[in-house]
């Protein structure tokens, strides 16, 4: 069945982006964290209660934040998806 398909398919994507040494998340148009992995988490000293909804401009450059917001816009104009990779700004 394809609910069931689809299940097991998200569930191997987490795994996946669970075990990944690599920061990866997920963001809305307004660059609001939606989803993310262990990984950034710990690089952000973040928590699950703690890094959802927060503003990925305030984690990494202007120019990046920018970068991104045009990626969404393309992405979304589009109807496609978009990758883009940034550093991260560790707070000290």
């Known amino acids: 069945d394809m ?17 990944s040494a690599e920061g990866i998340c997920s963001f809305d ?3 609001r964290i939606s989803d993310f992995n262990k990984s950034i988490a710990d690089m952000l000293g973040a928590n699950n209660a703690n890094l959802s ?11 990046a934040a920018d970068v991104l917001r045009v990626a969404c816009k393309q992405a ?3 109807s496609s998806s978009a990758r ?7 707070s000290s």
């Open 84 to 90: 883009e990779e940034v550093e991260i700004k560790r």
């Open 53 to 63: 909804g927060t503003d990925l401009a305030e984690l990494i450059s202007k120019e």
């Open 29 to 31: 148009e307004n660059l």
């Open 76 to 78: 979304k104009d589009e």
């Open 3 to 19: 609910a069931i398909a689809l299940g097991t398919l998200r569930e191997r994507e987490r795994d996946i982006l669970e075990q």
